[in-house]
């Protein structure tokens, strides 16, 4: 069964140091999300992704947050000067419409030194 | 966007049913109800949506109130590894909108 996948599975970083995160969604999925999870807490929408533009985003995905798919497979997620508080698990997701399931990675858990 | 709510911990006994409700009191006419749950360290899993209808899949059924301002996940017969937070969610069909967690439902199951 196809999934998502996600590298890697466990970042570690200096603040203030540029980070990316991939994933690689479904194959003949055509919508695209990320979502962290701080520990302990809700998992929180970031940012979605449709026909290589951004859908929609939260009021998390400031200017420090960035998203690709620079080929026809991967999909990126880049902080470009990363702070203490982005610490957290993120996700990916994919969905072939944007009204049905959405198919979430394993995440990589990102820490911020 | 509407909301919903979910009481925050249940307990079930292995091999027993498990009725998980939800209640979604401003929900729209294009609101679809999903399901989703989070195992320990892993990333949310799809368990089954619907909107009007009650649904069934391998992995639960859904109840929808006829007024569809609650619905209930139903597991047949929870296993231990059901034990997970599951989360109802509202989603609005009529626009490409994000897909809001809220804190969910932690299911213990005790053996």
């Known amino acids: 069964e196809p999934e998502v996948t996600q590298t890697p599975s466990h970042q570690v970083t200096q603040m203030g140091q540029e980070v990316i995160l991939r994933c690689v969604p479904i194959?003949?999925?055509?919508?695209f999300y990320w979502y962290r999870q701080i520990l302990g807490q809700k998992v929180e929408f970031l940012v979605s992704?449709?026909?290589?533009?951004?859908?929609?985003k939260s009021e998390i995905f400031d200017d420090q947050f960035s998203v690709e798919r620079p080929d026809g497979s991967n999909f990126t997620l880049k902080i470009r000067s990363t702070k203490l508080e982005d610490s957290a698990m993120y996700f990916c997701?994919?969905?072939?419409?944007?009204?049905?399931?959405?198919?979430f990675g394993p995440g990589t858990r990102l820490t911020v030194l | 966007d509407a909301k919903t709510t979910q009481p925050n911990s249940m307990e079930s006994n292995e091999e027993e049913p498990v009725h998980l409700p939800c209640n979604h009191s401003?929900?729209?006419?294009?609101?679809?109800i999903h399901w989703y749950r989070q195992l320990p360290s892993q990333g949310p899993e799809y368990v089954i949506h619907?909107?009007?209808s009650n649904v069934n899949n391998r992995m639960a059924s859904l109840a929808i109130a006829e007024d569809r301002k609650s619905s209930t996940l139903i597991l047949h017969r929870a296993t231990l590894r059901d034990a997970a937070v599951y989360y109802c969610?509202?989603?609005?069909?009529?626009?490409?909108?994000?897909?809001?967690f809220g804190a969910g439902t932690r299911l213990t199951v005790k053996p």
């Open positions: 997701a994919s969905g072939k419409e944007w009204y049905n399931e959405q198919f």
């Open positions: 194959s003949n999925h055509l919508y």
């Open positions: 992704f449709y026909n290589n533009e951004i859908s929609e």
């Open positions: 401003t929900i729209s006419g294009t609101d679809y």
């Open positions: 619907g909107l009007t």
């Open positions: 969610i509202l989603r609005d069909v009529s626009r490409n909108n994000d897909m809001r």
